[in-house]
């Protein structure tokens, strides 16, 4: 019999690969009782360890203008608390999708969504650039997606050079 802990990951990572599944589809993959599975679920999302249920889109194949960037920060971290407030700052902004705090030769990676560069620059040079905190700032485009949360984004295509 599997211990508790290797249920607990088992059946989180069940539902984070596939948010669709039911408590009943659940309940035979596991082996559990689906009343258990219902509660489990309502357990973990009242204490946050599940945040929500997203569906992932290849938004290339739909009409959809947009860009993606990561902007590297280098921050100057807050006295008694780090980069936590800085990082709060940042995240409340609607454009941003995700931030990390990271080591190595920059501090936070934020990935924003704008419709054009242009919309992105100026989130950059107006919202980021601005904050007291922020020292450095580094915008990379994503060009094309090739996987993303473990999933891959179609065939890959040999480029005009004949390489993968």
């Not at 989180?12 to 993959?29: F, G, H, W």
């Not at 608390?81 to 800085?86: A, I, M």
């Not at 999933?151 to 890959?156: A, E, I, R």
């Amino acid at each position: 019999m599997k211990n508790n802990n290797t249920q607990n990951f088992e059946f989180l990572t069940l539902l984070e690969n596939d948010a669709r599944l039911t408590p009943e589809q659940l309940s035979v993959m596991l082996d559990k009782d689906v009343g258990d599975i219902k509660r489990q679920m309502t357990a973990y999302e009242k204490d946050g360890v599940i945040l929500g249920y997203k569906t992932l889109v290849d938004w290339d194949k739909t009409d959809r203008e947009y860009v993606t960037a990561l902007i590297e920060l280098k921050v100057a971290p807050q006295r008694d608390r780090g980069f936590d407030k800085v990082a709060e700052k940042i995240y409340n902004y609607p454009e941003v999708k995700s931030l990390y705090l990271m080591s190595g030769s920059f501090d936070l990676a934020v990935f924003i969504e704008g419709r054009t560069m242009k919309e992105v620059a100026y989130f950059v040079a107006q919202k980021l650039a601005p904050i007291d905190s922020i020292v450095a700032t580094a915008t990379h485009f994503v060009l094309r997606k090739y996987k993303d949360k473990g999933t891959v984004y179609g065939p890959c295509e040999i480029d005009q050079r004949g390489t993968l």
